[in-house]
Every structure is written in structure tokens, then in C-alpha cells.
């Protein structure tokens, strides 16, 4: 009786023993999962490096969210500027626990997002005018307004008023942060205390609404600037529209709370892609410091 296992062994000959070392050889390489990217509107994929090239903005003129680090050398002449470093805070005043601590959720975060919270300060010249710019990075815990995001600003405001130059915030938020509960709440008077205090140097503050911009945020320093510009179709409210058609029981217009609909209606002065925002900054920002008026002896 023949082994059909020897006999299978046999066929292989000098190939099935030269196989294992070839395969240690040739390796087979993975696409790496994030070398597409979906275009949220058409669903044409598009090559990662051409959509970073073109500063995440898609053929069809969808602006895609960006991070604090991207925003920061996107604006800035020549992608250079001067890190500022943000406060320490206490973290988990509250011990909050949403069924995970806090302190779990901050650390997962802070590991994604690769800094200690959601926004980023940076000086430098934007199309030749030194200005201090403050971005809020919707990719750490939705850009969530709390202890720390306000420290930063009310840094950041100091800084510029210290430095005499004026001040730029890029807004990105779903609101307050709910795991800091009322203290939460209070940066909303603490960034506008500072606010006020540019306003006394005779400094200007303008607004960059990006997507999305809602809550607390909204109902404080986002609204408070001398000159709102705002990127195309970025979401800007204080309640979402789902729970204010929810609440009034009526269809909401199209393109209601989005930036175009906005400047329509007064709230925003002027819509700016994202390419065009570093020319179009530095030209108000030198017009506004060129008009400042001279304080009174």
C-alpha cells in the first residue's frame, strides 16, 4: 500500500524545500489602510499625499477637518513660527467618571492628539505681519472647551498683548466640556475678560470659524472677534440642527447654521478658503494695526 502522504512529499521535490527560504526573501508589503482617503461628498478616493499637498481641502471644495500642528504651519509664513507653551491645569477636578474616568479619557487623548490638550499656540508672521495664533483641534475630545483650552486662550491673549501684536483664534468645538461640569462653563467669562483686555491695548482679535464651531464656544469668544472670516461650509451654531428642528417642529432652510448661510445673514464677514486665509489674514491684520489709534496720554 503507497502513502499518499510520502507520495505528496516526493511531487514537491527540490521546489517544496527551496520555498521557505524564497518566502523569507520576497516579502509581501500591506497597503498601508490610510493611503486612500474618501471624499465625504462624491466618495472618490483620493491619494493621502495629494490631498495633504492640497492642505485636506477635496477636488469638490469640501474643507476637511484639520489638526492644531497643520493649521498652525498653513498659516504662518513659510510654515515657521514659535511654539508657546499652554498651562498646566488640574486635571479631574470633579473625579468624573461617564462610565470611564476622566482621567482614562484625557490620557487616550493626549496619546492621539500628541499634546496635553486641545489647543495649540504659535507666534510668528502671517504674509509679513507677526501675529499670535491660537487653534483649537477638533481631534482631541472634540475640540471641547475646558480648563485648559481656556488657560491657553487667556495665555495666549497675554501674549499677544504683551508682544503688542495682534491676536487670531481658529475655532473647532462641539461645546463645553462635560466632564468638568461647571468649571467648564466659567472659561466662557474668562475668555471674554481677556478678550477685553486686547480690546484695551487696542489690539486686534479676528475669528477663524472652521468646522464646526457649535456650543459654548460659539456663545463665547468665537462671536466676540473685531473680523469673523470662516471656511467654506463649515458648520457654526450654538445647537446643532437636528435639536432645533427637534424643538420647533419645523424643516429647517438649506444650508441653515453653515458658513455661507451665515454671511448671508450678517454673522460672518466674509468667507475664505482655506489656501486664500494666510494672504487674506495678513491683509486685514495690516490694515487694522496700520489704523490703530494711538493711546490717550
Not at 462624491?42 to 477637518?65: F, K
Not at 513659510?78 to 482621567?103: C, M, Q, R
Request: charged share 25%; aromatic share 6%; glycine share 10%.
Amino acid at each position: 500500500m503507497v502513502d499518499k502522504n510520502s507520495e505528496n512529499k516526493a511531487r514537491g521535490g527540490w521546489l517544496s524545500r527551496l520555498s521557505p527560504g524564497v518566502r523569507k526573501v520576497v516579502k509581501t508589503t500591506d497597503t498601508p489602510d490610510n493611503l486612500w482617503v474618501k471624499d465625504p461628498d462624491t466618495g472618490e478616493m483620493i491619494y493621502r499625499s495629494d490631498l495633504e499637498a492640497a492642505l485636506w481641502v477635496t477636488p469638490s471644495g469640501r474643507h476637511m477637518r484639520i489638526n492644531a500642528p497643520t493649521r498652525l504651519k498653513a498659516t504662518f509664513d513659510d510654515g515657521k513660527f514659535e511654539a508657546i507653551d499652554t498651562p498646566a491645569v488640574p486635571e479631574d477636578p470633579l473625579n468624573f467618571s461617564d462610565g470611564k474616568p476622566y482621567k482614562e479619557r484625557l490620557a487616550a487623548a493626549r496619546r492621539a492628539a500628541g499634546r496635553p490638550d486641545t489647543m495649540a499656540i504659535g507666534y510668528g508672521t502671517i504674509d509679513g505681519t507677526p501675529a499670535v495664533v491660537i487653534v483649537q483641534d477638533f481631534t482631541f475630545m472634540g475640540g471641547s472647551l475646558g480648563m485648559a483650552a481656556g488657560e491657553a486662550f487667556i495665555t495666549a491673549a497675554q501674549e499677544a498683548v504683551k508682544r503688542g501684536v495682534p491676536f487670531v483664534c481658529f475655532t473647532a468645538a462641539g461645546g463645553a466640556r462635560m466632564q468638568e461640569g461647571a468649571l467648564s462653563l466659567m472659561q466662557m467669562a474668562r475668555t471674554t475678560l481677556a478678550i477685553q483686555d486686547l480690546k484695551a491695548a487696542q489690539l486686534p482679535y479676528v475669528v477663524v470659524l472652521t468646522d464646526p464651531t457649535t456650543g459654548g464656544v460659539t456663545a463665547s469668544y468665537a462671536m466676540l472677534g473685531d473680523v469673523h472670516l470662516a471656511e467654506p461650509g463649515a458648520l457654526i451654531g450654538f445647537a446643532g440642527p437636528r435639536v432645533i428642528e427637534t424643538t420647533i417642529r419645523e424643516k429647517l432652510p438649506p444650508g441653515f447654521q453653515r458658513a455661507e448661510y451665515l454671511k448671508e445673514k450678517g454673522m460672518v464677514d466674509k468667507v475664505v478658503t482655506r489656501h486664500d486665509l494666510p494672504q487674506t489674514l495678513g491683509r486685514i491684520l495690516s490694515i487694522l494695526m496700520n489704523g490703530k489709534r494711538k493711546k490717550a496720554a
